[in-house]
């Protein structure tokens, strides 16, 4: 592989460490944008090189969450963070079944940009709805296993895990900053679940190279955009990136 490859490659974790968090779908953009740039024809399992570029971002999660991580560890006990953990596995349980039976009828999906487009524009709406829609406040446990269902579907590229989990849980009156943060721990055991699912196809060969380079950059650019989201969370304009998305979503229908 080219020179030209490895700045693909490095472009492709640009757009993963910035949609992976942005509420924009990562596996929307890199499935359209590993069309236009013909990637998926020159590597064997593009799957893989997904994996890589969020393992990147998972990275960037871990680090950008690292003192909540400890807290949760390592005064798990306490009733703050037992409530919080409990929270992160009922939401776990649907997400992980969801992944496990239907794995495969949902990464046939990669394969066709224009339903990536229209998930896209399914993201906007649900986006908007996070901003002008509240529903009557529910068990809080409850909402966490509506959240692991809408995160399980999210494996679908065009529908952001981030925008769907946090949108959800500002619907179901979680607020801003809580649903921030609950919705990226909580990817934390869903990555890493998707990783142990796909081990059995992962082959260290010569593409090695290029597989961590785009899991580093992966995770700086994912670092970058975390501690920018938080700040637009803070001011309330989550809700903007759904612009985005239905502008994105209709092109890719008419385009490509």
Do not use: W
Request: aromatic share 18%.
């Amino acid at each position: 592989m080219s020179i030209i490859f490895f700045f693909k490659i490095i472009f492709l974790s640009l757009i993963q460490g910035i949609s992976e968090f942005f509420p924009i779908s990562s596996s929307g953009h890199l499935v359209i944008f590993q069309n236009i740039l013909g990637i998926n024809t020159v590597i064997k399992d593009i799957l893989l090189y997904d994996i890589f570029l969020h393992i990147g971002t998972l990275l960037s999660v871990v680090i950008f969450f690292f003192k909540d991580l400890k807290e949760l560890t390592i005064n798990f006990y306490k009733k703050e963070n037992l409530s919080f953990i409990k929270l992160i596995i009922i939401a776990s349980i649907p997400t992980a079944l969801i992944g496990f039976f239907f794995k495969s009828q949902l990464e046939e999906l990669f394969f066709k940009p224009q339903l990536v487009g229209f998930f896209l524009v399914l993201t906007g709406i649900i986006l908007l709805f996070s901003k002008y829609i509240r529903l009557k406040k529910i068990n809080i446990y409850i909402t966490a296993f509506i959240i692991g269902v809408f995160q399980g579907f999210a494996i679908i590229p065009g529908l952001s895990r981030s925008g769907l989990t946090i949108s959800i849980a500002l619907i179901l009156f979680m607020g801003y900053e809580f649903s921030f943060r609950y919705s990226f721990i909580l990817s934390i055991p869903a990555i890493f679940g998707a990783l142990l699912l796909k081990l059995k196809d992962i082959q260290f060969n010569g593409d090695i190279v290029y597989m961590l380079t785009g899991l580093i950059f992966a995770a700086l650019f994912g670092l970058l955009t975390l501690i920018l989201l938080k700040k637009i969370m803070l001011k309330k304009k989550f809700h903007y990136f759904a612009y985005y998305c239905l502008i994105i979503g209709i092109t890719t229908i008419l385009l490509i």
